[in-house]
């Protein structure tokens, strides 16, 4: 009886150790996972700065495999628990998201899961036909070139804004935009469109009325005077030369209009061959000003049209020095001169187109 009750005293001490171990243990792998799990939420994940474009569609896998080619990610581990906890994989929203180094895990997913998109700054600047605009717009925004090409040149969306089909370049005024990655191609219309009546308060208004324009007729006349010239001091004069010739009936005579009429801007001499195209467009041989825009000008050419300069100039005739200024005449002696002049710089130099 005495034996049994010693080994019972030295069995019980045994248990009771392997069961202090045994919790230890499991205090240790507890914390462990404790401070595991405080990291994934909490330590910076974001390696370096990026931006993440996340196309409709895409899932959780197309998600994670960008980071992972882009080396964004210190701990994929914790991005895809998080994710998992989050109910992220299931949540995915399309947009641009700029990534800043240093963000944790937590925070990460929430931005993504929100759809919380940073705005991207749109810019489309010498612009010449709707296929350019559609190409520009179309490396800030989802929607491809082919998609907006067929809402800028679609009939009924034109007339849904009060355009033609030849006034529609008019609505579209070069800036820059904040855009987020996933507007729609009727977001961006409408947006353009309010641009448009925003840039046409009353001041401008009044401005063209009393020069005899509209605004789509401001913007015209602004799209001749901005391809005749590269010289930003030059604008007011050439768009009060373009007025003097409309208030007397004389046909523009617009050297650009030609070249757009033709589909061919890589021309440097007009030959009187090319003159004789019958278009809307061709300045020569139909007085006042053409159907619509030959392209997209600037603001300072709109401002220059509104702005004119006031003087007796009827006739333009580029320098002979080919430095892109011109020379300015009130009578056609004068003009002829200066024609001549610039002929034999073009015959000099063997330009025969």
């Not at 925070?107 to 489309?124: H, S, T």
């Not at 006034?167 to 448009?196: G, H, K, Q, S, V």
């Not at 409309?246 to 061919?264: F, H, S, V």
């Amino acid at each position: 009886m005495v034996i049994e009750r010693r080994n019972k005293r030295n069995y019980m001490p045994r248990i009771a150790r392997f069961s202090m171990v045994l919790f230890a243990l499991l205090l240790i792998i507890l914390g462990f996972r404790a401070f595991e799990l405080y990291g994934f939420i909490f330590k910076s994940n974001v390696a370096k700065d990026h931006t993440l474009v996340i196309g409709t569609g895409e899932t959780f896998e197309d998600v994670y495999n960008k980071l992972e080619k882009e080396q964004v990610l210190i701990n994929y581990k914790a991005f895809k628990w998080i994710a998992k906890k989050k109910d992220y994989k299931t949540s995915i929203r399309p947009g641009l998201y700029k990534l800043k180094k240093g963000t944790n895990t937590n925070n990460l997913v929430n931005k993504l899961r929100a759809g919380n998109q940073d705005p991207v700054e749109l810019k489309f600047h010498n612009v010449n036909s709707f296929a350019d605009l559609a190409g520009k717009v179309s490396d800030y925004i989802e929607p491809d070139s082919l998609n907006l090409i067929s809402q800028f040149t679609d009939p009924a969306i034109q007339q849904k804004y009060g355009f033609t089909a030849t006034a529609f370049p008019a609505m579209f005024i070069p800036n820059t935009y904040e855009f987020y990655w996933t507007t729609t191609p009727d977001e961006f219309l409408t947006r353009m469109n309010a641009e448009y009546e925003r840039f046409w308060n009353s001041k401008r208004k009044e401005k063209a009325e009393k020069k005899g324009l509209t605004p789509v007729e401001a913007v015209t006349l602004a799209s001749i005077v901005e391809k005749e010239t590269v010289i930003p001091e030059e604008k007011p004069i050439i768009a009060g030369l373009y007025l003097n010739r409309l208030k007397r009936g004389m046909a523009l005579q617009a050297d650009p209009t030609i070249k757009y009429a033709l589909n061919d801007t890589s021309i440097r001499r007009i030959t009187n061959d090319m003159l004789k195209i019958d278009s809307p467009y061709n300045t020569y041989k139909y007085a006042g000003l053409p159907p619509g825009p030959i392209g997209f000008p600037e603001i300072s050419s709109v401002e220059a049209v509104l702005n004119a300069e006031n003087h007796n100039y009827l006739y333009m005739c580029a320098k002979e020095d080919f430095s892109g200024e011109h020379r300015f005449a009130a009578n056609l002696v004068e003009h002829n001169r200066n024609a001549a002049r610039y002929r034999r710089a073009l015959n000099k130099n063997k330009i025969w187109r």
